[in-house]
């Protein structure tokens, strides 16, 4: 199986097998759109003494955005806020790279298959909007100083 097919798979698969995808769940929640597609999630986010206990998302939109958001919400969940944003950043530093970066597979696990969306400028915004709005509500949480 060639590495791209492998990559459409694992984004597939989030996409139809979305995780932590369920109704808000604390009183930090915010509501994103990406208003070039219409693309909208709602992330509820729970952080205790710094980490992040649970996330939760629902969200309707097309496969990079929802499984970006399931990827997301995979990675940054057990970790502390601070852990979490590293990886926002890192993910975020891949999307921006307009495919010269290949991104780094032990920070970004099943994030790396959508390393192909950075050569699609439209598309990175998709799958950015789970990430911004992961970002929001942490700080809101008050989790992170910015």
């Not at 710094?50 to 990079?64: A, F, N, Q």
């Not at 969940?77 to 307009?98: P, R």
Request: charged share 20%; proline share 3%; with cysteine.
């Amino acid at each position: 199986m060639e590495l791209d097919s492998l990559y459409q798979q694992v984004i597939l698969d989030h996409y139809k097998s979305p995780h932590h995808k369920g109704l808000p769940n604390s009183s930090t929640s915010v509501h994103h759109v990406n208003p070039s597609c219409g693309d909208e999630i709602t992330l509820s986010l729970i952080l205790t003494d710094g980490k992040v206990t649970d996330l939760v998302w629902d969200g309707v939109g097309c496969s990079i955005s929802q499984a970006s958001s399931s990827i997301m919400s995979d990675l940054v969940i057990g970790k502390s806020a601070e852990e979490a944003f590293a990886v926002m950043e890192h993910f975020t530093t891949l999307m921006q790279s307009k495919g010269t970066l290949t991104g780094d597979e032990e920070v970004l696990e099943d994030a790396i298959a959508l390393a192909g969306v950075s050569k699609f400028p439209a598309r990175v915004k998709c799958a950015l909007l789970g990430w911004m709005a992961f970002k929001d509500a942490a700080i809101q949480a008050g989790g992170v100083n910015v």
